[in-house]
T-cell receptor
Framework: SAVISQKPSRDICQRGTSLTIQCQVD?????MFWYRQQPGQSLTLIAT?????????ESGFVIDKFPISRPNLTFSTLTVSNMSPEDSSIYLC??????????????FGPGTRLTVL | AQTVTQSQPEMSVQEAETVTLSCTYD???????LFWYKQPPSRQMILVIR??????QNATENRFSVNFQKAAKSFSLKISDSQLGDTAMYFC?????????????FGTGTRLQVTL
């Protein structure tokens, strides 16, 4: 498994501002993922972040709104830019673990609860 | 594209009883993985159980077991001897493994309440 931490755990922001969320893993992983979970809803994949290359975004999500950095194999950031109340969600990062008999499993961070006023 | 359907938005079960959560999925793939994740109130999403599509035997993890019906594209979760700590949102998820990033597709979730 993997131990994943996220900062901040929650934040309240004003519309029009930006927030950067950090995700730290206790081991080196190739793939990191960013999800959004709107209130009472399921998880929707925003993008996949591979170290050393540009993030791959899912339909409906764009880099200008959700820029992602992946500077090394244990860390990634997601920025929510020019926020509006519709961006109020929980943002989760996850990592994929391969090998060791538990291939292709994703482990999730605790999430960042964002409220935009 | 794959879709995952959980038709039970909410369920309730008494402590020590057994409950089954339903999940169906749609895919044209033959090789894939299925997962059940648990998200307790205000707490972290954790993996409960996984099933490889090529395995006929149903996966079991302590009190949690699945009924995997590949032809019917059904993947239900059975929780035996329910405990108060099982109260959570349960998500069924589908993954098609690839050489690069294997994406998870989640269902809409079932909120399970375990009562005394």
């Amino acid at each position: 498994s993997a131990v994943i931490s996220q900062k901040p755990s929650r934040d309240i922001c004003q519309r029009g501002t930006s927030l950067t969320i950090q995700c730290q893993v206790d081991s080196q992983v190739t793939m990191m993922f960013w999800y959004r979970q709107q209130p009472g809803q399921s998880l929707t994949l925003i993008a996949t972040a591979n170290q050393g290359s540009e993030a791959t975004y899912e339909s409906g999500f764009v880099i200008d709104k959700f820029p992602i950095s992946r500077p090394n194999l244990t860390f990634s950031t997601l920025t929510v830019s020019n926020m509006s109340p519709e961006d109020s969600s929980i943002y989760l990062c996850s990592v994929e673990i391969r090998g060791g008999g538990r291939a292709n499993e994703q482990f999730f961070g605790p999430g960042t609860r964002l409220t935009v006023l | 594209a794959q879709t995952v359907t959980q038709s039970q938005p909410e369920m309730s079960v008494q402590e020590a009883e057994t409950v089954t959560l339903s999940c169906t999925y749609d895919t044209s793939e033959n090789n894939y993985y299925l997962f059940w994740y648990k998200q307790p109130p205000s707490r972290q999403m954790i993996l409960v159980i996984r099933q490889e599509a090529y395995k006929q035997q149903n996966a079991t993890e302590n009190r949690f077991s699945v009924n995997f019906q590949k032809a019917a594209k059904s993947f239900s979760l059975k929780i035996s001897d329910s405990q108060l700590g099982d109260t959570a949102m349960y998500f069924c998820a589908f993954m098609k493994p690839t050489g690069t990033a294997s994406k998870l597709t989640f269902g809409t979730g079932t909120r399970l309440q375990v009562t005394l």
